[in-house]
Nanobody, 127 residues
Framework: QVQLVESGGGLVQAGGSLRLSCAAS????????MGWFRQAPGKEREFVAA????????RYGDSIKGRFTISRDNAKNMLYLQMNSLKPEDTAVYYCAAHWTTSTDTTYVQENYYGYWGQGTQVTVSS
């Protein structure tokens, strides 16, 4: 099992940047493909970014391509989401998620792959 705790959310002006962090418990963080999702009020949860076990492969949602970067540090059991050029429509609760897999190369976009979720961190972008 893995437990996930997000941090780094907050209030930022449009055009600004934030870096979200997700701390994972346990000794097998490198056995999990990871993802970031977000949910805005009144909307369904949306895929943001995913990264494979090694960190060498990534995928991004269309709405954030070119502005966000997902990364991981397996030695520190940490997942990150660097968010630049933030827009008011990026306002949401951001969740990190983990999927245990034997595949080292695969990234996972669909949220139903992910069995472990953090509690979320609020990101608010003002115009």
């Amino acid at each position: 099992q893995v437990q996930l705790v997000e941090s780094g959310g907050g209030l930022v002006q449009a055009g600004g940047s934030l870096r979200l962090s997700c701390a994972a418990s346990g000794r097998t963080f490198s056995s999990y493909a990871m993802g970031w999702f977000r949910q805005a009020p009144g909307k369904e949860r949306e895929f943001v970014a995913a990264i494979n076990r090694s960190g060498g492969g990534t995928r991004y949602g269309d709405s954030i391509k070119g502005r966000f970067t997902i990364s991981r540090d397996n030695a520190k059991n940490m997942l990150y989401l660097q968010m630049n050029s933030l827009k008011p429509e990026d306002t949401a609760v951001y969740y990190c998620a983990a999927h245990w897999t034997t595949s080292t190369d695969t990234t996972y976009v669909q949220e139903n792959y992910y069995g472990y979720w953090g509690q979320g961190t609020q990101v608010t972008v003002s115009s």
